[in-house]
């Protein structure tokens, strides 16, 4: 019984952990969005990598900035990968293309005008995490994140929402 009470105690106060830290965010202004990766199926410029699993958010601050983090299991250990915010859902075309902003963007990669949270490189257990920070504030197209296999084809997306 005294296991079950302590468990019961250790959650409630988790619980609470997870409102506090989400709280500064929403008081600030923050907005939030997150989702999970869904494996591409094979062909059509993509490649099957059917046990990725793990979640991307995006976060748009109160300053102007957006922050993306990706963390991500089931690559290829040792392989490097690409990741993109896109500017279409997943199911709608593949996630069509790269989020660009209409104007050059401090961090922005590439040419100044994109999202990128990679190219991050799997540790030994096919364990990756990507994050960037670029300084504005990403428009309601970004909606979701692709990642790209060695050599570009899209290999996994989540929706943010």
């Given at each position: 019984m005294n296991a079950l009470v302590e468990k019961a105690g250790t959650l409630a106060v988790a619980a609470v952990l997870v409102v506090l830290m989400a709280a500064p965010l929403s008081a600030r202004g923050s907005e939030v969005t997150k989702g999970t990766f869904e494996s591409f199926a094979a062909g059509s410029g993509h490649v099957a990598y059917d046990g990725i699993q793990g979640n991307a958010r995006m976060i748009r601050t109160a300053a102007g900035d957006t922050i993306v983090v990706v963390t991500v299991k089931g690559l290829v250990a040792g392989e490097t990968y690409g990741s993109h915010v896109h500017n279409?859902?997943?199911?709608?075309?593949?996630?069509?293309?790269?989020?660009?902003?209409?104007?050059?963007?401090?961090?922005?990669?590439?040419?100044?005008?994109?999202?990128?949270?990679?190219?991050?490189?799997?540790?030994?257990?096919?364990h990756a995490?990507?994050?960037?920070?670029?300084?504005?504030?990403?428009?309601?197209?970004?909606?979701?994140?692709?990642?790209?296999?060695?050599?570009?084809?899209?290999?996994?997306?989540?929706?943010?929402?």
């Open positions: 279409q859902a997943c199911s709608d075309g593949d996630a069509g293309g790269h989020y660009r902003f209409g104007h050059l963007v401090p961090g922005g990669a590439l040419d100044g005008f994109e999202i990128w949270p990679g190219p991050f490189t799997a540790n030994a257990a096919g995490v990507g994050r960037t920070e670029v300084g504005a504030t990403a428009g309601p197209t970004a909606v979701s994140v692709v990642i790209h296999a060695p050599g570009g084809a899209k290999v996994a997306c989540a929706d943010l929402g």
